[in-house]
């Protein structure tokens, strides 16, 4: 990753000048950018006339672009009455969501705002939503589109429209008690305390990084303040289908962060498994194969359907620990260790505590399926020790320029 600092020769701002900015600024400014170099010198020109004049800040682009983006950010940071930053990322780890990550790291002021680099986000709100977090003391304020005074007039047509409340509902009956308090946990513009958030333990995958923030990191008080959603300066959105199936697995990871939602959803997703072991044995046996090794083989089909979901849903952020080769023999050794285990239990309580049969499988089914999943977690997909998670894309290439 490449870092680039832009510090401009004369603050020229009376305002900025009284304010003697001591520090780097009261509030950083995190902007995640891709292929934005036709809004990124206007979103600069409005956080100039809105922002120093009322709150001394820094901005630090993020940028995973693959045009000019990072340079037209460097010549119009030189018209710029405050430090900006730009970090281009050399591998995208994390979509936009891992952008504010580094971005998170990056900052050196006691705020931190995000913001979109489409000029959607009115940068005016910025002094507000730092002045409103420090008169509640909250840890976490969002500019939000679904209270008074707001409206998501910017987005780009009904079918958008739908997406974004239809989004915005699955996540907060997914989460009911962490998103108590916040109308629009899909908001991209909001202001958080550096020491409310430890980037850390943060796991980002696409674009929806308030929600990542709001669950992992637990802000002790969240409040909001009114904002309307503008429309693009220039360009054409980033969402599309792909990133609409990134946030579906984003939230199916949240949702599966604690051991009992990891146990329903590992239960859920076995009982899935009976549908491709079932159509393989009907396949097997049509095609004149003895039922026993059918089923033998059947079986495998419902192991490996169980292993792709298990993978991207439940334990994405695991799968570091071990090479995929590993922990799919390991899983296809404890899904089939499950079958010849279930027998001699069966028996075990017919002959030993006098149960009948019915109860006596269901019973077996129940244990063997926690253990299965026990077995799972510890010799799958066992935690990793130390800190874990991604580089956020950090190569040995750094270098740091200042530009009078």
Same mark, same amino acid.
Request: glycine share 10%; charged share 20%; hydrophobic share 45%.
């Given at each position: 990753?490449?870092?680039?600092?832009?510090?401009?020769?004369?603050?020229?701002?009376?305002?900025?000048?009284?304010? +003697?900015?001591?520090?780097?600024?009261?509030?950083?400014?995190?902007?995640?950018?891709?292929?934005? %170099?036709?809004?990124?010198?206007?979103?600069?020109?409005?956080?100039?006339?809105?922002?120093?004049?009322?709150?001394?800040?820094?901005?630090?682009?993020?940028?995973?672009?693959?045009?000019?983006?990072?340079?037209?950010?460097?010549?119009?940071?030189?018209?710029?009455?405050?430090?900006?930053?730009?970090?281009? !990322?050399?591998?995208?780890?994390?979509?936009?969501?891992?952008?504010?990550?580094?971005?998170?790291?990056?900052?050196?002021?006691?705020?931190?705002?995000?913001?979109?680099?489409?000029?959607?986000?009115?940068?005016?709100?910025?002094? +507000?939503?730092? *002045?409103?977090?420090?008169?509640? $003391?909250?840890?976490?304020?969002?500019?939000?589109?679904?209270?008074?005074?707001? %409206?998501?007039?910017?987005?780009?047509?009904?079918?958008?429209?739908?997406?974004?409340?239809?989004?915005?509902?699955?996540?907060?009956?997914?989460?009911?008690?962490?998103?108590?308090?916040?109308?629009?946990?899909?908001?991209?513009?909001?202001?958080? &305390? !550096?020491?409310?958030? @430890?980037?850390?333990?943060?796991?980002?995958?696409?674009?929806?990084?308030?929600?990542?923030?709001?669950?992992?990191?637990?802000?002790?008080?969240?409040? +909001?303040?009114?904002?309307?959603?503008?429309?693009?300066?220039?360009? =054409?959105?980033?969402? %599309? *289908?792909?990133?609409?199936? !990134?946030?579906?697995?984003?939230?199916?990871?949240?949702?599966?962060?604690?051991?009992?939602?990891?146990?329903? $959803?590992?239960?859920?997703?076995?009982?899935?498994?009976?549908?491709?072991?079932?159509?393989?044995?009907?396949?097997? @046996?049509?095609?004149?194969?003895?039922?026993?090794?059918?089923?033998?083989?059947?079986?495998?089909?419902?192991?490996?359907?169980?292993?792709?979901?298990?993978?991207?849903?439940?334990?994405?952020? &695991?799968?570091?620990?071990?090479?995929?080769?590993?922990?799919?023999?390991?899983?296809?050794?404890?899904?089939?260790?499950?079958?010849?285990? &279930?027998?001699?239990?069966?028996?075990?309580?017919?002959?030993?505590?006098?149960?009948?049969?019915?109860?006596?499988?269901?019973?077996?089914?129940?244990?063997?399926?926690?253990?299965?999943?026990? $077995? @799972? =977690?510890?010799?799958?997909?066992?935690?990793?020790?130390?800190?874990?998670?991604?580089?956020?894309?950090?190569?040995?290439? %750094?270098?740091?320029?200042?530009?009078?």
């Amino acid at each position: 990753m490449s870092q680039e600092s832009i510090v401009p020769s004369e603050l020229g701002d009376p305002a900025v000048q009284a304010a +003697e900015v001591a520090e780097p600024g009261a509030v950083t400014i995190v902007v995640p950018t891709f292929n934005e %170099s036709a809004n990124v010198r206007e979103l600069l020109h409005l956080i100039t006339d809105s922002v120093p004049a009322r709150l001394p800040c820094e901005v630090v682009f993020v940028d995973d672009s693959t045009d000019d983006t990072p340079e037209v950010i460097q010549e119009a940071a030189k018209d710029c009455p405050f430090p900006v930053t730009v970090l281009h !990322r050399d591998e995208p780890v994390g979509g936009l969501g891992g952008a504010v990550v580094e971005g998170i790291r990056a900052a050196s002021s006691d705020w931190i705002v995000v913001m979109d680099g489409d000029c959607q986000h009115p940068p005016s709100l910025v002094p +507000e939503l730092v *002045a409103t977090g420090e008169r509640v $003391g909250a840890g976490l304020v969002v500019a939000s589109r679904y209270i008074k005074g707001g %409206s998501r007039a910017g987005l780009a047509g009904s079918y958008r429209v739908a997406v974004s409340r239809g989004a915005t509902w699955l996540t907060k009956s997914l989460f009911p008690r962490r998103l108590r308090g916040i109308s629009d946990p899909m908001s991209g513009f909001f202001a958080i &305390r !550096r020491s409310a958030v @430890t980037a850390d333990v943060l796991q980002p995958l696409g674009y929806k990084i308030l929600l990542e923030l709001a669950v992992r990191s637990r802000p002790r008080q969240v409040t +909001e303040v009114p904002f309307v959603f503008q429309d693009r300066f220039a360009g =054409e959105s980033k969402s %599309s *289908a792909q990133e609409g199936l !990134r946030f579906l697995r984003h939230l199916a990871g949240l949702r599966a962060a604690s051991p009992v939602a990891r146990m329903v $959803g590992f239960g859920l997703i076995g009982a899935t498994g009976f549908v491709p072991n079932l159509l393989g044995l009907w396949a097997l @046996t049509l095609a004149g194969m003895h039922y026993v090794p059918a089923e033998i083989l059947a079986n495998q089909f419902g192991v490996a359907w169980n292993f792709v979901l298990i993978e991207h849903l439940l334990f994405r952020d &695991r799968r570091r620990h071990r090479r995929w080769w590993d922990r799919a023999g390991r899983f296809a050794l404890l899904a089939n260790a499950d079958l010849v285990l &279930r027998i001699p239990l069966i028996a075990l309580f017919v002959h030993r505590f006098g149960m009948g049969a019915l109860s006596a499988t269901a019973l077996a089914l129940v244990t063997t399926f926690v253990l299965r999943f026990a $077995g @799972t =977690e510890a010799l799958v997909y066992l935690p990793r020790r130390g800190r874990g998670g991604p580089d956020g894309g950090r190569t040995a290439r %750094s270098a740091r320029e200042k530009t009078p």
